[in-house]
C-alpha cells in the first residue's frame, strides 16, 4: 500500500515539473535575434585617362598585390599629345639656340616661317573645335570628341605664342628678357612634358591595395570614360559585420562593447567588438514606439569587427546576434 502511495506521489511530483516547465516556456520572453551582414573593404580602379581598354589582366577571382598592373587603356590622342610637345620643345631649343648665338637672316626667315605655320595650324584647329562643338550640341558626336579638339585647339594656341616669341627674339636679337622668356618657354615645356608623362603612366592603372578580383566591368575593346571604374577590389581581411539596430536597444551596443555571433555560411560562433555607430537616413527609419507613446524609435548601423580574423570570411554573409531580454 505504501509503494501505492508513493507511485502515486511521483507521479503527481513529475506532472507538476511537466506543467511548471510548459508554463515557463509558455510565458518566457524570448531571445531578440537581429540578422545584418558582412561588409569588406573595396577599391574601385579605375583611370583619369579615357580612351579605348586595350587589355584587362586579371579575372574574377584573382589575387592582386598593390600597385600590380591591372588593366591598360589604348590613347592614341596622347601621343599625339607626346609628339606635339616634341614639337614645342624643339622650338624651345632653337628660341635659346637664338638668344645664345645671336640672329641671322636665316633664323629670322625660319622663325616667321614656324610661326606662320603654327598660326594657320591654329585656325584650323580652332575651326575643327567650332564645327565638332556644333556637332555635340547636335548631340552627333562625343563629348570626349570635343574634349579632345578642344585641347588640340589649346595646343596649336599655346605653340603659336611660343613661335611668336622665337620670331620677336630672332627679329630684336637676345636681350634679357629673350633670356627670361626662353626660360619661361622651357619651364613651359618641362610642364606639358611632364603633364602628358603622367596620363600616359595612367593609361596602365595599377592596383591601388591588395586584395581579390570581385568585377570586371569593362572587357578588351570598349570604351573607357574618364574616371570610370573597370575593376573591383575586395580586401577580405578588412571586413566587419553590420546591424540596424533600433535606437531602444542602442544601450547595448556602445563601442567597445563584445558580443558572440552566429556566422551560418561557416557554421560557427566569433567574437566582435562595437567600432562604430551611425544613424541612418529619415527614410523608412523610423519604427513606432506603441500604442499611446507620443515619440517614434529611429534606427542605427552599427559596426562591428571581428576580434580575431576569420578564414573564410566574405562580404554579403549573414551574421545573427541574439540579445536576452
Known sequence: MSARKGLILLVLAAVVVIIAVLFWQAYRVPPLRLQGQVEARQYMVSSKVPGRLAEVRVRRGDRVDKDQPVF??????????LAQVEAIDRISRALISAVEGGTREEKIAAAR????????AEQLAETTYRRVRALADEGLVARQRLDEAYTAWQVAVKTR???????KLAEHGPRDEARDASEATGDVTASLRSEVADLLDDTQARAPHAGEVTDVLLHSGELVPQGFPVVMLTDASDAWALFNVREDLLAQFQPGNRFTVRIPALDRDAGFTVSHLAVQGD???????GKGQDFDLRTFEVEMRPDQPIPGLRPGMSVLLDLEP
Open 72 to 81: 591598360t587603356i589604348d590613347s592614341p590622342e596622347l601621343r599625339a599629345k
Open 113 to 120: 616661317s614656324e610661326h606662320e605655320k603654327a598660326r594657320v
Open 161 to 167: 605664342v611660343t613661335t611668336g616669341e622665337v620670331l
Open 283 to 289: 527614410y523608412a527609419t523610423w519604427s513606432a514606439t
